[in-house]
T-cell receptor, first 119, second 113 residues
Framework: DAGVIQSPRHEVTEMGQEVTLRCKPI?????LFWYRQTMMRGLELLIY????????DSGMPEDRFSAKMPNASFSTLKIQPSEPRDSAVYFC?????????????????FGAGSRLTVL | SQQGEEDPQALSIQEGENATMNCSYK?????LQWYRQNSGRGLVHLIL?????REKHSGRLRVTLDTSKKSSSLLITASRAADTASYFC?????????????FGSGTRLQVQP
């Protein structure tokens, strides 16, 4: 497996523009997570899905953020309209359900991240 | 505030020395995990310790967990320049069905060759 694949790796956009980040999780993984990393706030959970269903979106900053998982192999995180304070590295991660994992726990595999700069 | 807080925030050592990083957390946990992040890359899982375990080893890594003090430590023995990275602890709280991990603020480790 190629691991968790994110695109784009880098995005520079202007304030007010729509941004769409994409993620392909590891095949067979039940859970998908979106995290945001900044120097000031560290790694923050935005939302996570189980079997394509959003379970907890309490970390989504505001209505400008939305996430979808139309099927088991694809998820998007959209920001509309974008603002400079959204500048961060956005990570997607996936994991097996603890019931199916040899460790019996959610061990996350992260993508390489999408670095977003909003001017 | 972060569930996990690492200490120190930054650590610089010479190759061959041991590196110890600490993590404190606030609520009861199901398990605690350590991850490494190289500059510009995603996080990589290193080791997991369950709440009923006190110590675990994996290669040059040794993790301890003290649930009474709500703290964990990660020891890297005989460090190498390639160990230079940021290290994060992550916890999953026990009292909810929430499957997501909460990450600490990280320790930046610099190993000088």
């Amino acid at each position: 497996d190629a691991g968790v694949i994110q695109s784009p790796r880098h995005e520079v956009t202007e304030m007010g523009q729509e941004v769409t980040l994409r993620c392909k999780p590891i095949s067979g993984h039940d859970y998908l997570f979106w995290y945001r990393q900044t120097m000031m706030r560290g790694l923050e959970l935005l939302i996570y899905f189980n079997n394509n269903v959003p379970i907890d979106d309490s970390g989504m900053p505001e209505d400008r953020f939305s996430a979808k998982m139309p099927n088991a192999s694809f998820s998007t995180l959209k920001i509309q309209p974008s603002e400079p304070r959204d500048s961060a590295v956005y990570f997607c991660a996936s994991s097996l359900s603890p019931d199916r994992a040899s460790s019996g726990a959610n061990v996350l595999t992260f993508g390489a991240g999408s670095r977003l700069t909003v001017l | 505030s972060q569930q996990g807080e690492e200490d120190p925030q930054a650590l610089s050592i010479q190759e061959g020395e041991n590196a110890t990083m600490n993590c404190s957390y606030k609520t009861s946990i199901n398990n605690l995990q350590w991850y490494r992040q190289n500059s510009g890359r995603g996080l990589v899982h290193l080791i997991l310790i369950r709440s009923n375990e006190r110590e675990k080893h994996s290669g040059r890594l040794r993790v301890t967990l003290d649930t009474s003090k709500k703290s964990s430590s990660l020891l890297i023995t005989a460090s190498r320049a390639a160990d230079t990275a940021s290290y994060f602890c992550a916890t999953r709280t026990w009292d909810t069905g929430r499957r997501a991990l909460t990450f600490g603020s990280g320790t930046r480790l610099q190993v000088q060759p």
